[in-house]
């Protein structure tokens, strides 16, 4: 297991050669003994971590200390867990969603003696938390959500917008960024306007 941003020995961090063989296993030692943030792990097996997170073999892991506490962020039902990716999923011949997963992209056998390379993955769905189009209810107060773009290759760029798709400035201003993947920012940043 490889824990993103954790200060941790070599040893315990999951490198991809750091294979456990069937039947045996090894403890990992993780003092979270650093300032708050949002950190995330995955398997790291060696050439099938793309696989391993692409079937859902992730999560995110949150320290917390005394400086964030401190602060008074929503907490509780106020603050989110966000984990983004994009899959694809196989349908039947209605066009109804079987619940089975699917990888493929385009590959185009390299000329004779050069490399091959696997492109990236990119699918037409994006979920968040495992779910499709989710939805979530909000009180008119801050929220927190703490984001985890866990796609193999895709990058997102997230807005908000009224029931009816519509967005606008107002909507754009409420939003604050607080933290990124190497804990708090001094100050909170507006968001840029979307493009």
Known sequence: MHLHGARTGGGNDGWAENAVLTGNSQLSEYPNDQQAMG???HDHGMDITRWNVMTGLAG??????DEED???LPHG???????????NLET?????LTGQLLYKVAYNPPPPGAERVMPPFSGPFTLVNGVIW???????????FRMLNAANARFFQ????????TTDQQLQDAVRQIGSDGGLLPAPVALPAAS
């Open 134 to 144: 989710p939805h979530l209810d909000v009180e008119p107060r801050w929220y927190r």
């Open 39 to 41: 950190l995330w792990y």
């Open 92 to 96: 039947d011949g209605a066009g109804q």
């Open 77 to 87: 039902k106020y603050e989110v867990p966000l984990m983004l990716c994009d899959r």
């Open 60 to 65: 995110m892991y949150l320290i917390r200390d």
């Open 70 to 72: 401190a602060l008074h």
């Open 158 to 165: 997230l807005q908000l917008q009224h029931a009816d798709g």
